[in-house]
């Protein structure tokens, strides 16, 4: 749990079977079970319905989701009144746009740039600046190509 040592709040549990970093419900329970409290995990999906959502959330014990795809603002109510933080993901050149932020009334709201094989950033570096006049409005995390280098 290095990044929790290192003085993240929290880590992320991929749910896209696409991705290289899918995990499973067993090794998501594993370290949701193995973090230190107040630290907690957040289940990443991508276009899943609220029944998989929310079966993964119980199961995995999740207090978070990041939602990655072209969900409904729909979704993100229900998944709110559910108990469940919602991050979703928006995009400096992708869809949902930047711009979408309104239509959504999420916990957060991730940004990165969009672009690549998979849904996401691809750990692409961007003008985070583009992200300025929402971070002034809603709470966001910002996302792609972030390393030691660039976040200094």
């Known amino acids: ?10 880590v992320g549990c991929v749910f896209y079977p696409p991705s290289p970093r899918c995990v499973t419900e067993d090794q998501a329970l594993e370290i949701v079970k193995a973090l230190p409290a107040p630290a907690w995990v ?3 999906f991508v276009n899943e319905d609220y029944s998989e959502i929310m079966g993964k959330a119980e199961r995995c014990r999740l207090r978070a989701v990041q939602l990655h795809g072209r969900e409904a603002p729909l979704l993100i109510d229900r998944l709110r009144r559910r ?3 919602v ?3 928006l995009f400096h050149n992708g869809f949902p746009p930047l711009s979408a932020a309104a ?7 991730l940004v ?11 750990a692409m570096i961007w003008d985070w600046s583009a992200a ?10 910002l996302a792609g190509g972030l390393n030691a280098e660039n976040v200094s």
């Open 112 to 122: 990165e740039c969009a672009g690549g094989p998979l849904p996401g950033g691809n």
């Open 87 to 89: 991050i979703k993901a």
């Open 83 to 85: 108990g469940l933080k």
């Open 103 to 109: 239509s959504y009334d999420a916990s957060a709201y």
């Open 132 to 141: 300025n006049s929402l971070a002034r409005t809603v709470p966001i995390v």
């Open 1 to 10: 749990m290095t990044c929790i040592e290192a003085g993240a709040d929290a």
């Open 42 to 44: 957040v289940g990443v």
